[in-house]
């Protein structure tokens, strides 16, 4: 796939979403590029499903922190620091997939 259509689409997901404008925006590039309109919209479909997976997690995360700690240790400076660590890493993509819990606690 075309590298400007690959930074275009990166873009629009890096909010969590993709609205409808975005994707309309990214087909109307793709088309132009000759790219598979087809193919293209399954990588986007991909990625919302992704995107999913990943809401489910964190999901699933708080619930289990919710019985696991108490609320004072929730909100214990190093648990916030934590968090604010893990926000940024979020925030500039410096993450990897987890499969696995040996890949969640590598």
Do not use: C, H
Not at 13 to 21: N, T, Y
Not at 57 to 67: D, P, Y
């Amino acid at each position: 796939m075309n590298q400007e259509l690959e930074k275009l689409i990166e873009i629009a997901f890096a909010d969590g979403e993709l609205s409808e404008r975005e994707k309309e925006i990214i087909l109307r590039k793709a088309e132009n590029l000759g790219e598979d309109i087809d193919e293209v919209e399954l990588i986007l479909e991909g990625k919302i499903q992704q995107l999913a997976k990943v809401v489910d997690a964190n999901k699933e995360i708080q619930e289990f922190l919710s019985t696991a700690l108490s609320p004072n240790e929730l909100y214990r400076e190093k648990f916030l620091n934590g968090l604010k660590e893990s926000d940024e890493d979020i925030r500039t993509n410096n993450v990897k997939e987890v499969r696995t819990f040996d890949d969640f606690i590598s």
